[in-house]
């Protein structure tokens, strides 16, 4: 992974080694209004979770907020990457800190609170189910009963479902909702996740190619209610930008036998 700008590091808060705990990472982009609320919310969500923040240097100063919080609060990981590369890596470098610091659970919440830190014990719990075997990906899951939507337009209701629909029958990954970026990886897969794209598609990617390792996938239902504070980031280029790799992964299932992209 690219060196990390800044990070500052969990003291043993807990008493708990890593492998015990769980790594909660947040992808950041001018989040300004959203970090620090969302620090308190996923320390207070659960005794077991640790934070780890991977900002993109954004402009608006997201990254020195968290920063400064660190400096005060052990189970907050703060990484600061330069120039804003891209949703896929900071995914990608937020997993492989957390497997390189030991932690064998992760859990992908975005910042802006569309995703509940309340439903993580939840998720968590979904991993070992008596009398099942243990999912690799647990995805907190807007399609199915008991899960949805609150406050999203029409055509972003259109464009979801959309991928999904694409995620479900062309790529052939056995989930409902293959988009969703609130879920637990276990981090014995992440060698399955190879060439990873830089943009939103690493969700359906993640998924696409863990499920291709023989990967077990899990979905649980949760709400998802569109952001109150600070703005989508998932502009026409990135939208442009996540059909492109779509199309690519599908190439890829049905007429290519190699390596996956
Ligand atoms: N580090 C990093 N985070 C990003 C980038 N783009 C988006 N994010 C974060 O990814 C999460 C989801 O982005 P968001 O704008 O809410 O997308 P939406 O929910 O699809 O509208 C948020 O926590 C963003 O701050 C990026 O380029 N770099
Ligand atoms: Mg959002």
């Given at each position: 992974m690219m060196p990390a700008a800044s990070a500052s590091s969990r003291s043993d808060a807990s008493g708990l080694p890593p492998a015990d705990r769980v790594l909660v990472i947040a992808a950041t982009y001018q989040e300004a209004e959203n970090v620090l609320p969302l620090v308190d919310?996923?320390?207070?969500?659960?005794?077991?979770?640790?934070?780890?923040?991977?900002?993109?240097?954004?402009?608006?100063?997201?990254?020195?907020l968290a920063q400064e919080r660190a400096a005060a609060e052990p189970r907050l990981i703060v990484m600061i990457r330069r120039d804003r590369r891209g949703l896929g890596s900071a995914v990608r470098d937020g997993l492989h800190e957390a497997r390189r610091r030991g932690?064998?659970?992760?859990?992908?919440?975005?910042?802006?609170?569309?995703?509940?830190?309340?439903?993580?014990?939840?998720?968590?719990?979904?991993?070992?189910?008596?009398?099942?075997?243990?999912?690799?990906?647990?995805?907190?899951?807007?399609?199915?009963?008991?899960?949805?939507?609150?406050g999203w337009p029409l055509s972003?209701?259109?464009?979801?479902?959309?991928?999904?629909?694409?995620?479900?029958?062309?790529?052939?990954?056995?989930?409902?909702?293959?988009?969703?970026?609130?879920?637990?990886?276990?981090?014995?897969?992440?060698?399955?996740?190879?060439?990873?794209?830089?943009?939103?598609?690493?969700?359906?990617?993640?998924?696409?190619?863990?499920?291709?390792?023989?990967?077990?996938?899990?979905?649980?239902?949760?709400?998802?209610?569109?952001?109150?504070?600070?703005?989508?980031?998932?502009?026409?280029?990135?939208m442009y930008k996540g059909s492109c790799d779509l199309l690519r992964f599908a190439w890829a299932t049905w007429f290519s036998t190699g390596a996956q992209p």
């Open positions: 919310a996923v320390m207070a969500a659960d005794p077991r979770l640790d934070l780890l923040v991977v900002d993109d240097d954004s402009p608006d100063g997201t990254g020195t932690y064998q659970l992760a859990v992908n919440i975005d910042a802006d609170f569309s995703h509940d830190p309340t439903d993580i014990p939840r998720l968590l719990a979904a991993v070992a189910l008596p009398g099942e075997p243990p999912a690799d990906v647990v995805i907190g899951s807007r399609k199915i009963p008991g899960g949805g939507v609150v972003r209701h259109l464009l979801s479902r959309l991928v999904c629909w694409w995620t479900r029958w062309i790529l052939r990954v056995p989930a409902r909702d293959g988009s969703s970026g609130f879920r637990v990886i276990r981090l014995a897969m992440l060698d399955a996740i190879q060439q990873p794209t830089e943009g939103y598609a690493i969700q359906e990617q993640m998924l696409w190619q863990i499920h291709r390792a023989g990967g077990l996938i899990r979905e649980v239902p949760i709400i998802f209610t569109d952001r109150e504070r600070g703005v989508s980031k998932a502009d026409l280029r990135q």
